[in-house]
């Protein structure tokens, strides 16, 4: 079955480092996203991509980076320069714009030692 | 502005029908959706209404009224897997999409 897959489920950094978040997708799906739940807040946009080579920021991309060198693939790094990066982060994918609905991975909890 | 507002948490009785509603800023909406997501995993869509009006599926149906911004979600014969959140998102064109803060829904036996 296709899918998207998002490791790890739960991560830990430690002050000055940075980290990174897998997804993977093999829904032949051209676009990815990137976004942050909080607590009593909607999800949050970080970083999006139409196609590979690609990506665009969203409405909280700093301290956070992103590549999109395979289609099926859209890593996201967590930089240190992320002062408050404790959240619960979630992937997606769509076939194409936003009228597509979008299919989310598990997620990743992000949590700092 | 890109407000959009859906109740904090509901509870309802198993069996039972409950209505989430929902409304939007109605400048740059495109189409609404709405996703269920339980505890600690991925949303997973549920529907999107682009016309006004009831779309049915099954024991869930979602309405639109694009002049007055607000929408619903209708949950009907309600089992205990139910409980979830419901979020509520609205499509701004683009790779653009809007959400709510979500609506956590107790079932209770």
């Known amino acids: 079955d296709g899918g998207i897959t998002q490791s790890p489920k739960y991560l830990f950094r430690k002050e000055g480092q940075n980290v990174t978040l897998s997804c993977e997708q093999n829904?032949?799906?051209?676009?990815m996203y990137w976004y942050r739940q909080d607590p009593g807040q909607g999800l949050r946009l970080i970083y999006y991509?139409?196609?590979?080579?690609?990506?665009q920021k969203g409405d909280i991309a700093e301290g956070y980076s992103v590549s999109r060198e395979k289609k099926e693939s859209f890593p996201l790094t967590v930089t240190s320069a992320q002062k408050n990066p404790t959240a619960f982060y979630l992937c997606?994918?769509?076939?194409?714009?936003?009228?597509?609905?979008?299919?989310f991975g598990d997620g990743t909890r992000l949590s700092i030692l | 502005g890109q407000n959009i507002d859906q109740p904090t948490e509901m509870t309802a009785t198993e069996g039972a029908i409950v209505q989430i509603n929902c409304t939007y800023q109605?400048?740059?909406?495109?189409?609404l959706f709405w996703y269920q997501q339980h505890a600690g995993e991925a949303p997973t869509f549920l529907s999107y209404?682009?016309?006004?009006g009831l779309e049915e599926k099954g024991r869930f149906s979602s309405f639109l009224s694009r002049s007055k911004g607000y929408s619903y979600l209708l949950l009907k014969e309600l089992q205990m897997k139910d409980s979830a959140s419901y979020l509520c998102?609205?499509?701004?064109?683009?790779?653009?999409?809007?959400f709510g803060a979500g609506t956590r829904l107790f079932v209770k036996a």
């Open positions: 997606a994918s769509s076939i194409g714009q936003g009228r597509q609905p979008q299919h």
């Open positions: 829904l032949n799906h051209d676009a």
């Open positions: 991509s139409q196609i590979v080579n690609d990506f």
């Open positions: 109605t400048s740059g909406f495109n189409g």
């Open positions: 209404n682009v016309l006004d």
């Open positions: 998102c609205y499509w701004a064109g683009g790779f653009k999409t809007i």
